[in-house]
T-cell receptor, first 109, second 113 residues
Framework: GIQVEQSPPDLILQEGANSTLRCNFSDSVNNLQWFHQNPWGQLINLFYIPSGTKQNGRLSATTVATERYSLLYISSSQTTDSGVYFCAVEMWNTDKLIFGTGTRLQVFP | GAGVSQSPSNKVTEKGKDVELRCDPISGHTALYWYRQSLGQGLEFLIYFQGNSAPDKSGLPSDRFSAERTGGSVSTLTIQRTQQEDSAVYLC???????????FGPGTRLLVL
């Protein structure tokens, strides 16, 4: 089956720093979503981004479907950005999400 | 508007007992999904509903697991004869349809003693 790998697995930042999280997938996909899982376990939608670039405040994401990767950029990080970031892909002719391994982000003041 | 809700928030049960987990999707969402998050396995798909039918049950780990959806709305995930390895967070999501953004509920934390 498809493999979804995220890097780095862990990231520690000081408040104000910028970071880039990467998601690689091993097969072509129909859809890709980025989520933030907060310390209470809630999965929060960040982006629905099968291709192209989107921005929402301090966050932006780019998916290059032909090269099978997506990037999530976090600028001017805040302590509230802490948690685990997941990418999840949906293959053609399926409706289920296959989740990556996650990146655990800790932002310290 | 209200998001996806799940109940109970936490459930502790004894090995061998049956449990029922409930999911209320976002109003108007025709697609509903169950996932499971455990330490060893990450986030895994269990089952997908479109309306009241389940075209994809491929993620259910054994025949002890079943799910139903009634009235195109509420869904119940039932685990019979629970085992310790069933301990996990069970997450429900809904979307307007297939291939649309999925929105997740807060989850039910199940602990089997």
């Amino acid at each position: 089956g498809i493999q979804v790998e995220q890097s780095p697995p862990d990231l520690i930042l000081q408040e104000g720093a910028n970071s880039t999280l990467r998601c690689n997938f091993s097969d072509s996909v129909n859809n890709l979503q980025w989520f933030h899982q907060n310390p209470w376990g809630q999965l929060i939608n960040l982006f629905y981004i099968p291709s192209g670039t989107k921005q929402n405040g301090r966050l932006s994401a780019t998916t290059v479907a032909t090269e099978r990767y997506s990037l999530l950029y976090i600028s001017s990080s805040q302590t509230t950005d802490s948690g685990v970031y997941f990418c999840a892909v949906e293959m053609w002719n399926t409706d289920k999400l296959i989740f990556g391994t996650g990146t655990r982000l800790q932002v310290f003041p | 508007g209200a998001g996806v809700s799940q109940s109970p928030s936490n459930k502790v049960t004894e090995k061998g007992k049956d449990v029922e987990l409930r999911c209320d999707p976002i109003s108007g969402h025709t697609a509903l999904y169950w996932y499971r998050q455990s330490l060893g396995q990450g986030l895994e798909f269990l089952i997908y509903f479109q309306g009241n039918s389940a075209p994809d049950k491929s993620g259910l780990p054994s025949d002890r697991f079943s799910a139903e959806r009634t009235g195109g709305s509420v869904s119940t995930l039932t685990i019979q004869r629970t085992q310790q390895e069933d301990s996990a967070v069970y997450l429900c999501a809904s979307s307007l349809g297939g291939e649309e953004t999925q929105y997740f509920g807060p989850g039910t934390r199940l602990l089997v003693l």
